[in-house]
Every structure is written in C-alpha cells, then in structure tokens.
C-alpha cells in the first residue's frame, strides 16, 4: 500500500529555516502530484505548496510565497519542503499528502494518501 513519511520538522526560532522530507512507497512516485498541507489547532487544514508530477510546476499559499520552496526528487521518491524566514504563525503540524493525478490539485478532497504528519513549533 502505499506509505507517506515526513520527517525534519521540530522546534526553530522566528526568522530561522528548516526543511521537511516526505519518503513515498507503494506506487510509481513520478505519476502522481504532491502537496503539503498544515494544520494549526482549531484551525481547518490548507493546503501550503503543491507540485505536478514533474516537477516543472509548483504553487504555493499567499502566507507562504517567496518563503518557502517545494521540490521532488523522482528517483528517490521524495518531496521536500525547505521552509525559510519561518514566523510564529508558520507553527502547525505539516502533512506530506499525495493525488491520483498528475496535475496540481488544490483541495483536501482531492488527495488520496496522507503522511502522518510533522510538528513544526517556531519560536517568538
């Protein structure tokens, strides 16, 4: 079956980097889009960064954008998100979720495999 799991996530001060890892297993990792979600208590799960099976195409929340950066190495079946000029507000548990498209997807619904997810706490 297929497995999701993140790892890099842990406790940084406001201003710092950190870079999350998400090894996929159980199908062909280069058909298929990736996305990273966070989920911060009380508050509804959204969607931060996503990426087409490719590669050559990303998207990124607003609260996001120009901070942080989502790749994947279709070799090794990893995405990764390097998060920079992380802000208290970043703190959420992070989730490494995959589709069955190839296309990026934008919604919780349209994921179909989930990580179990990371803790990323940032400091004031």
């Known amino acids: 079956q297929v497995q999701l799991v993140e790892s890099g996530g842990g406790l940084v001060q406001a201003g710092g980097p950190l870079r999350l890892s998400c090894a996929s297993s159980?199908?062909?990792?280069?058909?298929?889009?990736m996305g990273w979600f966070r989920q911060a208590p009380g508050k509804e799960r959204e969607l931060v960064a996503a990426?087409?099976?490719?590669?050559?195409?990303?998207y990124y929340a607003d609260s996001v954008k120009g901070r942080f950066t989502i790749s994947r190495d279709n070799a090794k079946n990893m995405v990764y998100l390097q998060m920079n000029s992380l802000k208290p507000d970043d703190t959420a548990v992070y989730y490494c979720?995959?589709?069955?498209?190839?296309?990026?997807?934008?919604?919780?619904?349209?994921?179909?495999?989930w990580g179990q997810g990371t803790q990323v706490t940032v400091s004031s």
């Open positions: 979720a995959s589709t069955n498209y190839g296309n990026t997807r934008f919604k919780v619904e349209d994921y179909a495999y």
């Open positions: 159980g199908r062909t990792f280069s058909w298929y889009s």
């Open positions: 990426i087409t099976s490719s590669g050559r195409s990303t």
